[in-house]
């Protein structure tokens, strides 16, 4: 499925927190008294220690929604019902186990098939805000707080986050999952990080533009820009892409092709 490179895409996007966002880093100085308790996950990026939201974390967000919406797909977690299961690791090659996977394995990827689309990190775009709340944790049994349980966090607030999704050897209906996702996510279906259950992590998109580059000219329409060994286009807005995809159905039939036929978006 990777040996060729037929089409690839590239989506960069500027999500905006609407709520706290909550990601912890596992880090504590216990040594500082004016520390936190749970600090927010920091690396740095030009010399500066600033803010991130991990691509692994936003992956993960966007396959356990793309799991749900997504009719057939299996259970990661079941070694006897999961797409592994369902394999031989000998004799199938990539189209093989490209047929036999559910739909949410064919574009994030399993244990026996590639990931097709790499999330990057989102970073914080101008100024942001850092706050910090006193919690306490709750007795499930109870439903009341928890004796010696309070604890500081660290948290976001006020900031933009810009990160890329590239996707490689797409179909159409992958970009529509992905874009149906980011419409979630402006739903409020789908949150980030950590204490969602109180609040944090709402999110919306505020910027977006995707890339598209085809290396068979004949698929491309007249929008298309010749760069010599490839055909380019980009859409700069959210809606504009909303409106390209709009006859593209997530059918079991659309998504069970396996062919490189279908038209260019």
Known sequence: M????????????ILKTLSPLYIKSGKNDSLNPTGVDDSFLRV??????????????????FRSRAEKILKGSC????????????????????????DKSCPACKLFGSTVLK?????????????????????????????ASKKSALFDLEYVEDALFKGEIEIQNFFRWHIKVLTQLFEEVNDGFVVFGGLTSKGFGRMKLDDFQIKL??????KCGKDYV???????KTINSFEELQNTIKNISLTA????????NEQAL
């Open 75 to 98: 259970d990661l977690f079941n070694s006897k019902k999961n797409c592994a299961s369902k394999v031989n690791k000998k004799k199938d090659d990539g189209t093989a186990r490209y």
């Open 213 to 218: 580059k085809y290396y068979d000219k004949s």
């Open 2 to 13: 990777f040996k060729k490179l037929y089409n690839e895409a590239k989506i960069t996007y």
């Open 226 to 232: 010749d760069k010599g060994f490839y055909m380019e």
């Open 115 to 143: 990931s097709r689309v790499l999330f990057g990190d989102a970073y914080p775009e101008g100024e942001y805000k850092v706050g910090s709340r006193q919690t306490v944790a709750i007795d499930r049994i109870t439903g």
């Open 253 to 260: 039939d659309e998504i069970g092709r396996c062919e490189y």
């Open 44 to 61: 740095y990026k030009d010399g500066d220690l600033v803010p991130v939201l991990p691509g692994t974390s936003i992956k993960g967000v």
